[in-house]
């Protein structure tokens, strides 16, 4: 049986997206994904071949968002969570999870994303 995986999935200049999985104790980085249909597919490739029962969380800050939900919408089994500015905010404050100063800043914000989809109900 597949044990469920968390992703975190960041934008990086309003035109691609970086992914951070989190399965089975193992951190996984992607490379970068244009917001392009074909390399969409093949972000959507980078999580169903890493996990299963993906939990996906992303801050949808702008209209690139809505095609990035409709491509990840139809991962099976695939669970996707919105959150705001507020709530990444909020849960980090609750949490008080620190990530490692070496990541890139758009890896830290997709790792934190991740960490939502692990810990948020």
């Known amino acids: 049986m597949n044990e469920r995986s968390y992703i975190g ?5 309003n035109d691609e997206w970086i992914a951070v999985l989190w399965s089975q104790g ?18 959507v490739k980078f ?3 890493l996990g299963g029962k ?3 969380c ?3 800050t702008h209209s690139a968002s809505l ?3 409709k491509f990840i919408g139809g991962i099976p089994d695939a ?3 919105l959150i705001s500015n507020a709530g990444i905010k909020l849960y980090l404050d609750w949490s008080g999870e620190h990530q490692p100063a070496c990541f890139q800043p758009h890896s830290r914000r997709a790792f934190q994303l991740a960490c939502c989809a692990k810990r948020v109900i």
């Not at 999935?9 to 200049?13: A, E, F, L, T």
């Not at 193992?26 to 390399?39: A, C, D, G, H, L």
Request: no cysteine; hydrophobic share 45%; charged share 25%.
């Open 67 to 69: 095609k990035l939900i």
């Open 58 to 60: 992303i801050n949808p």
């Open 9 to 13: 999935i960041d934008n990086i200049n």
């Open 79 to 81: 669970e996707v969570m």
């Open 54 to 56: 993906p939990k996906i």
């Open 47 to 49: 999580i169903t071949a």
């Open 26 to 43: 193992k951190i996984v980085f992607s490379r970068p994904f244009k917001n392009t249909s074909s390399e969409l597919d093949a972000l």
